[in-house]
């Protein structure tokens, strides 16, 4: 039987959700960082968190994902209560209600164009697309990326077949080696001392390393590491060159990183982004032209008394105006 306080919790949490309430992992890691508890002289000390995953989360079988999981349920709630200790908790049905009394009744006038229509617009001025460029300089830049090393330690394919506990008492065991292999690391970076040789330790400690080049946010996972979108996520935590993670749990086992390289997202230059600044442009050119009035004798029949417009057969593509 739950006790009082959990089941509290448990409603609240749900009431947040249902509010739309989330927490990202960005809040998340930094609610962690920002501890107290995890602080040494003003600032995150690493060491001090790995002490309290050894001797207090993994005995209880608790992982990173379900730490983060836990936490992400704390502030959920503590925004919950904030906001409705200061009276700004809205009810969804009060939102519909009050978005169908201001925008409820509203006409549409659908006009029909073709898809090759902006193949027959003039070609724009280079000074109209370098200024149109210049002025949306964020839509035209490169990628992020990052170019990692990983020291994987995988569950065996018989460890993988074992029941939910016995996996997990496995998957426990590798966190715990993973933790031993990431401490030296851990120790240099807050230090003077050189680092250990990544690829050298992680072979010794019995890893595998692997290593992923060109990283994206957008990349699904990395080869041959069946559920590892969170190593993508760990990877662009990431800053100084020779850094290292902490034990990352996916699918098959547990992973550290170590970053390589990172290449920041800058703007690529007028003359790179030109195919895509022209198509911009023209398609904005389309959206204008079609939202200016349109006169009968252009091709929509004139507006009847107590009527609205016949709308014509669906085209394959729609420029919508609201009147």
């Known amino acids: 039987m739950l006790p009082v306080m959990a089941v509290q919790r448990l409603v609240l949490d749900n009431e947040a959700r249902r509010c739309g309430l989330d927490a990202d992992l960005d809040q998340i890691t930094r609610f962690l960082t920002q501890h107290p508890f995890f602080q040494k002289q003003g600032a995150y000390h690493p060491a001090a968190f790995r ?31 904030e906001l409705t200790s200061a ?46 460029h210049q002025t949306h300089a964020q839509r035209y830049q490169t990628t992020e990326t990052r170019s990692v090393r990983c020291a994987v330690f995988r569950l065996t394919q018989e460890q993988a077949g074992l029941p939910d506990q016995e996996r997990q008492e496995a998957l426990s065991a590798l966190q715990q080696k993973s933790f031993e292999f990431a401490t030296p690391f851990f120790e240099t970076q807050q230090g003077d001392s050189p680092a250990p040789d990544f690829t050298q330790n992680a072979s010794s400690a019995g890893a595998e390393v692997l290593t992923a080049s060109a990283l994206t946010p957008a990349t ?70 079609f939202a200016r009035p349109r006169l009968p004798s252009e091709g929509i029949p004139a507006r009847r008394p107590g009527r609205g417009h016949p709308l014509p057969k669906p085209p394959k593509t729609w420029a919508c105006r609201w009147t």
């Not at 978005?99 to 193949?119: D, E, K, N, Q, V």
């Not at 699918?251 to 198509?279: C, K, N, Y």
């Open 51 to 81: 002490e309290f995953e050894t001797s207090v989360l993994l005995p209880q079988g608790i992982d990173t994902e379900r730490l983060g999981a836990l936490v992400g349920q704390h502030l959920r709630v503590q925004e919950l209560l």
């Open 220 to 289: 699904a996972g990395l080869a041959n590491l069946p559920g590892s979108a969170r190593l993508v996520q760990a990877a662009f935590t990431l800053v100084e060159p020779g850094q290292v993670s902490e034990a990352v749990t996916f699918d098959g086992g547990v992973a550290v990183l170590q970053l390589i390289e990172s290449v920041p997202s800058v703007p690529r230059t007028f003359a790179e982004a030109r195919p895509e600044v022209l198509a911009d442009y023209q398609a904005q050119e389309l959206r204008l032209q």
């Open 87 to 132: 009276g700004l908790v809205i009810e969804p049905a009060a939102v519909d209600r009050e978005f169908a009394r201001r925008y409820g009744s509203c006409r549409m006038a659908a006009i029909p164009f073709s898809l090759s229509t902006p193949a027959s617009l003039p070609e724009p001025a280079e000074e109209a697309l370098a200024a149109y």
